[in-house]
Nanobody, 132 residues
Framework: QVQLVESGGGLVKAGDSLSLSCAAS????????MGWFRQAPGKERDFVAA????????YYVDSVKGRFTISRDNAKNTVYLQMNSLTPEDTAVYYC?????????????????????????WGQGTQVTVSS
C-alpha cells in the first residue's frame, strides 16, 4: 500500500520556524517529483513548493520564496519543507504529493508541477497554525 505521511506541523508564533517531513512507503518515489500544497479554511488547495526527482529544480509560490525551502532525501524516500519567518497567512493544512509523470510536451515543468492535478499520490495533511 502506497502511503505519504506528513509530520512536523504544529502551533507556532509569527516569526517562528517549522520543518515538515513527508515519508513515503509502499514504493520508491526517487523517480517522482514531489510537491507541497496547503489548504486554508474555506479556501482551495494551493501550490507551495515542488522539487524534481533529482532535486535539481525547485519551484515555489511567490509568497514563500526566500522563507521556505523544499528538499528531498531519496535514500530515505522523504521530502522536507523547511518553513522560516512564518506568518499567520501560512496557517493551513499542508499536504505532500508525488507526481510520477514528467511534464508533457508543450508544458514547462515549472507550470506542470504547480498543478494539483499533476500529482498521483497525496498524504493526509498536517496542520500548521501560526498565531500573531
Amino acid at each position: 500500500q502506497v502511503q505519504l505521511v506528513e509530520s512536523g506541523g504544529g502551533l507556532v508564533k509569527a516569526g517562528d520556524s517549522l520543518s515538515l517531513s513527508c515519508a513515503a512507503s509502499g514504493r520508491t518515489f526517487s523517480g517522482s517529483a514531489m510537491g507541497w500544497f496547503r489548504q486554508a479554511p474555506g479556501k482551495e488547495r494551493d501550490f507551495v513548493a515542488a522539487i524534481t526527482w533529482s532535486g535539481g529544480f525547485k519551484y515555489y509560490v511567490d509568497s514563500v520564496k526566500g522563507r521556505f525551502t523544499i528538499s528531498r532525501d531519496n535514500a530515505k524516500n522523504t521530502v522536507y519543507l523547511q518553513m522560516n519567518s512564518l506568518t499567520p497567512e501560512d496557517t493551513a493544512v499542508y499536504y505532500c504529493a508525488a507526481a510520477d509523470q514528467r511534464a508533457p510536451s508543450g508544458y514547462s515543468s515549472r507550470y506542470y508541477y504547480t498543478q494539483s492535478r499533476s500529482y498521483d499520490y497525496w498524504g493526509q495533511g498536517t496542520q500548521v497554525t501560526v498565531s500573531s
